[in-house]
């Protein structure tokens, strides 16, 4: 997406800008279908580290400077979290663990425990964004 098409008028920029959004839309729906459809030696070649790691990066890495411009990290979180929380709960899903690491999840499961990151994330996104900046002011 372009801030800025030069020497196109606001109202081509908000088309394109459009268009691109929605067919993004498209395709992640697109992406969600192969992968609910598609035979697993097929998903292996297509949902693998190596093609998903650059969007999974993107759309998580947070840098540093955004300390500085509070509006814009306010709506980062509030995007992210939520998205965040969905994937904590896909993960944390005990029929997948047990599938997916059969032996962790028999130690996992007697022990209880959880990630120290993951939990602060996880609890984290219970709360809601008015309660989040109480008590960053406070």
Do not use: E, P, R, T
């Given at each position: 997406m372009s801030e800025r098409k030069n020497g196109y008028s606001?109202?081509?920029q908000n088309v394109?800008?459009?268009r691109i959004k929605k067919y993004a839309v498209q395709?992640?729906?697109d992406l969600a279908l192969l992968a609910q459809k598609l035979p697993e030696d097929q998903q292996a070649e297509?949902?693998?580290r190596e093609n998903m790691y650059?969007?999974?990066k993107a759309l998580f890495k947070l840098d540093s400077k955004l300390w500085e411009d509070k509006e814009l990290l306010r709506k980062k979180r509030r995007r992210l979290l939520p998205l965040c929380y969905e994937i904590i709960m896909l993960l944390d899903d005990s029929t997948f663990a047990h599938l997916i690491a059969p032996l962790q999840w028999e130690v996992m499961t007697k022990e209880g425990?959880?990630?120290v990151y993951l939990k602060a994330v996880y609890y984290r996104s219970?709360?809601?964004p008015e309660d989040e900046e109480r008590k960053l002011r406070e």
């Open positions: 606001s109202q081509v394109y800008n459009y395709a992640l729906k297509i949902f693998n650059d969007l999974l425990g959880h990630l219970l709360i809601s």
